[in-house]
Nanobody
Framework: QVQLVESGGGSVQAGGSLRLSCEISGYSSSTGCMGWFREAPGKEREGVAHIYRYGSTGYYDDSVKGRFTISVDNAKSTVYLQMNSLKPEDTAMYYC???????????????WGQGTQVTVSS
């Protein structure tokens, strides 16, 4: 059974940085792609970034492109989301998710973490 555990959320001022971590435990062929999603109050969950575990290219939503970086450390079974130049509109619960292939559709992802809250104040 695959488990995903996020950490690293918190409260920062606009312009600040945070690094989210997602530790992957358990083996499954359904963890070939790792994604980060976020859900703000009153809004639908949206894809932020995703990456193939054995690739190096990250894919980003336009709203975070140039500010966020997704990376994978397979030795540590951990996926990271480095978030720089944070804006108040980045405030949301951030979720790590795993799937056998990368997609922007949240319904395609098989495994999910419990989420970590990011709050950005102006």
């Amino acid at each position: 059974q695959v488990q995903l555990v996020e950490s690293g959320g918190g409260s920062v001022q606009a312009g600040g940085s945070l690094r989210l971590s997602c530790e992957i435990s358990g083996y499954s062929s359904s963890t070939g792609c790792m994604g980060w999603f976020r859900e703000a109050p009153g809004k639908e969950r949206e894809g932020v970034a995703h990456i193939y575990r054995y690739g190096s290219t990250g894919y980003y939503d336009d709203s975070v492109k140039g500010r966020f970086t997704i990376s994978v450390d397979n030795a540590k079974s951990t996926v990271y989301l480095q978030m720089n130049s944070l804006k108040p509109e980045d405030t949301a619960m951030y979720y790590c998710a795993a799937n056998s292939y990368c997609t922007w559709r949240q319904e395609d992802y098989r495994y999910w973490g419990q989420g970590t809250q990011v709050t950005v104040s102006s």
